[in-house]
């Protein structure tokens, strides 16, 4: 149990492109989805974090207009890097929370495998 | 500012050895505990959660929790080279109250055929 997928696990766009990556709960509903970037050698970075049907909370330094969150149903978050430029090159990973009731601990997060992106 | 710090290694231990990854986190509300492995260009995966003091195994992993101290740990028993990677270490903040974790950078182990 507790799979969280990520669409698509890797991407190569050209600059001023917009990039959208898909997470999904796979078996289980999500309370709230959590957006990580992970430059190479360095730990993860929290961007935000998103709860279903409300808007994201992003985290200080983070421009909400450049990374655009939706939060659609309770197993599906996606995130809009819009306008990529070189510097946004990194490794975006999604996480999820148990929506309580279910056999899984409430406070968990669950990783899903990643996205790497490489902005030409 | 509440922090996790986590010594970042290497650790490099011979295969078959007991590894020993230590973390200490500032926050006292903290009440769940968590170690991540991470290999490298791969993303964290669960390890084990513990949430009360002592010690909790599964398998040839057991976690240990000591909040006076503030201190929670991770023992690899019979280490062998598949488990090298990064071992992060997260605690929840606010007691849980946000639902976010708090990451160590985490301790790159390297086990040693």
């Known amino acids: 149990g507790a799979v969280v997928s990520q669409h698509p696990s890797w991407v190569i766009c050209k600059s001023g492109t917009s990039v959208k990556i898909e997470c999904r709960s796979l078996d289980f509903q999500a309370t709230t989805m959590f957006w990580y970037r992970q430059f190479p050698k360095q730990s993860l970075m929290l961007m935000a974090t998103s709860n279903e049907g409300s808007k994201a909370t992003y985290e200080q330094g983070v421009e909400k207009d450049k990374f655009l969150i939706n939060h659609a149903s309770l197993t599906l978050s996606t995130l809009t890097v819009t306008s990529a430029h070189p510097e946004d090159s990194s490794f975006y990973i999604c996480?999820?929370?148990?929506?309580?009731?279910?056999?899984?601990?409430?406070?968990?997060?669950?990783f899903g495998p990643g996205t790497r992106l490489t902005v030409l | 500012q509440k922090e996790v710090e986590q010594n970042s290694g290497p650790l490099s231990v011979p295969e078959g050895a007991i590894a020993s990854l230590n973390c200490t986190y500032s926050?006292?509300?903290?009440?769940?505990f968590f170690w991540y492995r991470q290999y490298s260009g791969k993303s964290p995966e669960l390890i084990m959660s513990?949430?009360?003091?002592g010690d909790k195994e599964d398998g040839r992993f057991t976690a240990q929790l000591n909040k006076a101290s503030q201190y929670v740990s991770l023992l690899i028993r019979d280490s062998q080279p598949s488990d090298s990677a990064t071992y992060l270490c997260a605690v929840n903040e606010n007691g849980g109250a946000t639902n976010k974790l708090i990451f160590g950078t985490g301790t790159l182990l390297a086990v040693q055929p």
């Open positions: 926050d006292r509300g903290s009440q769940s």
């Open positions: 513990i949430y009360s003091n």
């Open positions: 996480s999820a929370t148990l929506r309580a009731g279910g056999y899984l601990n409430t406070d968990t997060q669950y």
